[in-house]
């Protein structure tokens, strides 16, 4: 597509549910990310994929958070037992090869997830 | 523990002025500087600085990077109404893949 694209743009779920956040990156970038952004607060590192593989996990908060792209393409980040600290919005960005080191990443408008 | 800082944290002009917005860093394994506009949502790209010293330029903004003072400006002339916005710096690490390190920003308010 011409864009990052996210989906569902908000979602709204209660302590405890599971939730599933969707990324589909620019046809062609290799390259995928996930970051939280809370509040008056930068955007925050969870997971870096390069094609299907994850490259970097590190910022995966704990066990309840995990991340799949089994084609290279689409991403979905999954949150089990969901806590309202999780309350945040989820960004997606992708690029090309990393490794070319271009240092632009293209977000998507993001998911806003409301825990209550 | 690596960090990126930026100042001020929020910034009220009128139309018209300049202003200079700070991003201090401290890392290891510094590889570039990345400076993002975000409006409502997504972010968008502004510059990437790697070199010391050498200004970036578009348009009214511009942006330079001191390696050794470890930080990096952002200045926006003339500022208008659209420049109202949140603006994120952050850093790219070697060795460290798509691992982008944020700063918490600075929200720029321009008064008509």
């Known amino acids: 597509g011409a864009g990052v694209s996210q989906t569902p743009s908000n979602k709204v779920t209660e302590k405890g549910k599971y939730v599933e956040l969707r990324c589909d990156p620019i046809?062609?970038?290799?390259?995928l990310y996930w970051y939280r952004q809370s509040l008056g607060q930068g955007p925050e590192f969870l997971i870096y994929?390069?094609?299907?593989?994850?490259?970097?996990d590190s910022g995966l908060p704990n066990d309840r958070f995990f991340a799949v792209r089994p084609e290279g393409s689409v991403s979905t980040l999954k949150i089990q037992r969901t806590e309202r600290g999780d309350s945040a919005v989820y960004l997606c960005?992708?690029?090309?090869?990393?490794?070319?080191?271009?240092?632009?990443?293209?977000f998507g408008e993001g998911s806003r997830l409301t825990v209550l | 523990e690596d960090k990126v800082v930026q100042s001020p944290l929020s910034l009220v002009v009128h139309e018209g002025d300049t202003v200079t917005l700070n991003c201090s860093y401290e890392?290891?394994?510094?590889?570039?500087l990345l400076w993002y506009k975000q409006e409502k949502k997504a972010p968008t790209f502004l510059f990437m600085l790697?070199?010391?010293?050498i200004e970036k330029k578009s348009g009214r903004l511009s942006s330079i990077l001191d390696k050794k003072e470890l930080f990096s400006i952002l200045n926006i002339t003339a500022t208008q109404t659209g420049d109202s916005a949140v603006y994120l710096c952050?850093?790219?690490?070697?060795?460290?893949?798509?691992?982008?390190?944020f700063g918490q920003g600075t929200e720029l308010s321009v008064k008509p």
């Open positions: 952050a850093v790219v690490l070697y060795n460290q893949g798509g691992k982008l390190i």
């Open positions: 046809s062609g970038h290799t390259a």
């Open positions: 790697t070199s010391s010293g």
């Open positions: 960005a992708s690029s090309l090869n990393r490794d070319r080191g271009t240092g632009e990443l293209f």
């Open positions: 994929f390069q094609g299907t593989g994850a490259a970097d």
């Open positions: 890392v290891t394994n510094f590889r570039s």
